[in-house]
């Protein structure tokens, strides 16, 4: 598998092993792109930071260790949702580029469903 790497997350969230069903050769585009999703620096959603002197929420993609600002949104969500639809973007090119179907198909579907929902709960104050 000529430039690829073998990946075991894309497949199956959270088990650590390596099996013909659970991992993939996938380029190391890919690899990086996926990684990048799963470390988070601060304790604000995917792809949200708080930003103390405009008072809003800046929302900034990594692409191969590249920064994509994306914008500054007044909620914490919006932020997260701009970050979430440019990853399903990226990864929707990304995607094009894999041979495994399986892979293609998690890419496809990874960041991004067709009825985008979002819950978050509130504490009210007593």
Known sequence: MGGKQLDKDILVKGLNLYSPDTAAFVTKQTNTFVNESTYNKTHYLPGAQWIEHRGKFRSAISDLGKITFLGYYMTEIEAH???????????????????????????????WHEKQTETIEFEEDE
Do not use: C
């Open 81 to 111: 949702l701009a970050w979430k639809k440019e990853k399903h973007r990226i990864a929707l090119q990304l995607a094009e580029l894999e041979s495994d179907p399986r892979i293609q198909h998690e890419l496809r579907t990874m960041w």
